[in-house]
């Protein structure tokens, strides 16, 4: 582990221990006040010594706690090994749940355990340069096949039951698309826990890069998104003003999109645990709890409604029970889109599967159909349910690669009519 990576560690947790004292205290607080006040004045004199003695107590311990925590972190950083953290698959795995969960305060107070969003190969981050895109992906051709993971999952998250349907780690959609239809698969890593329209700006960013650096004219791209991943190549195409005059030139390349257990419409378990939150907030007892929800990065209250755009939390209060305005953002013009959801029930089309979907996203959601002139313009045939499976099938299983396949096999050779070409670097 690099020295960075630990004094992060040690930043991390010296913040989460004093807060989670802080919040014990203010547990210990509303239950101790709501006893005082059923006793009556008489109990004034013992309350008072009492919040002294607590304030004492626990105001020592957050400075006992923030001490330890930073003096482990000095010695540790010490002995630190200088490997990444992320050089092998349990530390890549640690680090994009604790991403997924809190990015957003890894970013103000442990940086250096902060995702970027880079291109990954064997577990290495790749410049969008051509001479490392070379070197790293030495039979490149100009089609591309970008994977964009879901909520606190990384590049990894792609082999998911590899072993169990292949008897090889190393088969994804991406391999087996290479070996098919001659994509080059890329597959993207990034922090969860930020704004999903933050990680939207950043893949404009790094597809702007990476076209102009591949070592080969790039002719068409395909972005396949899981969960979350699928709303970040949305919240990409519409902030680069894809089908639109000023698109940037990666947009006009984007052949198809397909979107695995995304959902569009919303997540129904953030929103419960948005409305158990306020729920909890009401009473001083259970406020301090409140609070600690509260602390789930903004990238998961983001898939509450699927926000893209920055407009729909700039400036407002993403823990108020009264939602605000959301911005409908349509499906890039240009492009075909491709939905893959799942659900538990064998019959994908019975109201059981409608009840319960994939564990986490309901088969209405993924599929944009809100019931009214808001919804997603997904055609019929381009929507494929799989039944018997949960939310994490969907990353990697033959039913689906076989979809996949069969709708990528049917497109047009070349750049789409009309889009400018999209030099690489010399």
Known sequence: MRSDEVTGISQLARTTLRGGTSRVHELHQGIADRAFRA???????????????????????RVALG?????????????????????????????????????????????????????????RAVPAETRALEEAFPGATGRLAVFLHGLTESEDSWGYGAE??????????????????????????????????ENGR????????????????????VLVGHSMGGLVARSALHQAGGGTAEARGWTHLVRDTVTLG?????????????????????????????????????????L?????????????????LTPGAHTHVPLHDGARHFVVLATL????????????????VPPRSASGDSGDDDRLAFPPDHVHRVGGMHHFDLLNHPRIY?????????RPEGPRPGAPEVPTEP
Not at 42 to 61: C, K, M, W
Not at 345 to 360: K, M, Q
């Open 402 to 410: 076989e979809r996949i396949r069969q709708w990528l096999e049917q």
């Open 345 to 360: 029930s064998r019959n994908p089309e019975g109201r059981v599967a409608d009840l319960l979907g994939d564990l986490l």
């Open 262 to 302: 995304s959902p569009h419409l919303g997540a129904p378990l953030e929103r419960g645990v948005h409305r158990l939150t306020a729920q909890l907030a009401r009473l001083p007892e259970t406020r301090p709890l409140a609070r600690l929800l509260t602390l789930r990065s903004v990238g998961i209250k983001d």
């Open 202 to 221: 950043s893949l404009d960013a790094l597809l702007t890069a990476l076209v102009g650096a591949w070592p080969v004219p790039v002719q068409d791209v």
């Open 67 to 123: 001490v330890g925590a930073r003096a482990v972190g000095e010695v540790a950083s010490l002995r630190a090994s200088g490997r990444d953290l992320d050089t092998d698959r349990a530390g890549r795995v640690a680090l994009a749940i604790l991403n997924g969960a809190h990015g957003d305060l890894l970013v103000r107070e442990a940086p250096a355990l902060a995702l970027d969003m880079t291109v990954r190969v064997g577990g």
């Open 164 to 197: 169990k349907h292949h008897g090889d780690r190393a088969v994804t959609y991406g391999s087996q698309l290479q070996r098919d239809l001659g994509l080059t698969p890329v597959y993207l890593r990034y922090n969860t826990g930020l704004h999903i329209s």
């Open 39 to 61: 006793v009556g004045p008489a109990a004034r004199p013992v309350q008072v010594v009492h919040d002294a003695i607590s304030e004492l107590g626990y105001s020592g311990l």
């Open 304 to 320: 509450r409604r699927g926000t893209l755009v920055d407009a729909d939390w700039t400036d407002r209060d993403l823990d108020a």
